[in-house]
Nanobody
Framework: QVQLVESGGGLVQAGGSLRLSCAAS????????MGWYRQASGKQRELVAR?????????????LYADSVKGRFTISRDNAKNTVYLQMNSLKPEDTAVYYC??????????WGQGTQVTVSS
């Protein structure tokens, strides 16, 4: 089992920045993908960014971003803290959504955080 706890959401003006954090606990050694999804009101949940473990020091992590956030958002992780971050810059009103942390284990089990609200005012 994996537990995910998000923090860092809030209200910000357009053009501003926020950093989301997601701390994982439990069977963290089984996680090979962590990422962020978001769901705006009335819309489907969508991938924002994810980082996949390379599996060893020989292989770099693989990072994927949604086209809508490329160049503005940066995903990173601190393995020692079992935490993944999402730095969001140049925020736009259309970034307003509930942001969910996601983790997938090597056995393809999916885990979700409780979600954190991000609201960008124009």
């Amino acid at each position: 089992q994996v537990q995910l706890v998000e923090s860092g959401g809030g209200l910000v003006q357009a053009g501003g920045s926020l950093r989301l954090s997601c701390a994982a606990s439990g069977s963290t050694s089984s996680i090979n993908v962590m990422g962020w999804y978001r769901q705006a009101s009335g819309k489907q949940r969508e991938l924002v960014a994810r980082i996949s473990s390379g599996g060893s020091i020989l292989y770099a992590d693989s990072i994927l971003y949604a086209d809508s956030v490329k160049g503005r958002f940066t995903i990173s992780r601190d393995n020692a803290k079992n935490t993944v971050y999402l730095q969001m810059n140049s925020l736009k009103p259309e970034d307003t959504a509930v942001y969910y942390c996601h983790a997938r284990t090597r056995w393809s089990s999916d885990y979700w955080g409780q979600g954190t609200q991000v609201t960008v005012s124009s």
